[in-house]
């Protein structure tokens, strides 16, 4: 079955701290792959997304992504993290053929430190 | 402005009412999106429409149903509430624009639900 593992639940970094959170997924065939996330008290909504080209994605907020086809990851980055970027960040794929479902990770909780 | 509503945003009821989570949304997607999330775990599907008259059932059991009589508003219906079904609802809306694969998901702010 399809599916999307997000290793850490919870990560507590100070700000300017660097961040990385691991996504990786099972599927043979090609897909679209999406982070999103959610600060407290608000919708979901789209960091970024990676279709095609560039492995590496450039997304809202200075977070990036990179996509390894061979490793089926899909990490999310950031530099160095502010107080506001405290919020639940969640991984998801599409496949590209079949059916228009998503499947979605458990979510990483990240606070930041001021 | 185009965004996605749902309501309630919150209902606490009794076990055995009747009820309906409403979805509408204003960006004219064809795909509309039933997910129910419970803390540390992820979005499970419950239900999935392609478009009016289109409705799918997710890959979690769920004794709701759905309908889709007009492609802004998908509104999810409990028959009978029990405390099993106490969880957060997000309703969500894509679209797939050819040549660009799948579009990001629009989320609603989600309904909690209660069930006494």
């Known amino acids: 079955a399809q599916s999307v593992s997000q290793h850490n639940h919870h990560v507590i970094l100070s700000e300017a701290a660097s961040l990385e959170l691991g996504c990786n997924y099972s599927?043979?065939?090609?897909?679209?792959l999406f982070w999103y996330v959610q600060y407290p008290g608000q919708h979901l909504q789209l960091l970024l997304k990676?279709?095609?080209?560039?492995?590496l994605v450039k997304g809202i907020k200075g977070f990036e992504a990179e996509f390894i086809k061979s490793k089926f990851s899909f990490n999310l980055r950031k530099p160095s993290v502010q107080w506001s970027d405290t919020a639940e960040y969640f991984c998801?794929?599409?496949?590209?053929?079949?059916?228009?479902?998503?499947?979605f990770g458990t979510g990483t909780r990240l606070k930041v430190l001021a | 402005e185009a965004d996605i509503y749902q309501t309630p945003r919150y209902l606490v009821i009794g076990t055995g009412k009747k009820i309906t989570l409403e979805c509408s949304q204003t960006?004219?997607?064809?795909?509309m999106y039933w997910y129910q999330q419970d803390p540390g775990m992820e979005l499970h599907l419950i239900h999935y429409?392609?478009?009016?008259?289109?409705?799918e059932k997710g890959d979690l059991s769920s004794e709701s149903t759905v309908s889709r009589i007009r492609t802004e508003h998908f509104p999810l219906t409990l028959e009978s509430a029990r405390p099993s079904h106490t969880s957060q609802y997000l309703c969500?809306?894509?679209?797939?624009?050819?040549?660009?694969?799948?579009?990001?998901?629009?989320f609603g702010p989600g309904t909690r639900l209660t069930v006494l």
């Open positions: 429409s392609y478009g009016v008259n289109s409705t």
């Open positions: 599927y043979g065939g090609t897909v679209n």
């Open positions: 990676y279709f095609s080209g560039d492995p």
């Open positions: 969500a809306s894509s679209d797939l624009t050819l040549g660009a694969g799948y579009n990001e998901q629009f």
């Open positions: 998801a794929v599409a496949p590209s053929s079949g059916t228009y479902k998503y499947i």
């Open positions: 960006m004219g997607h064809d795909k």
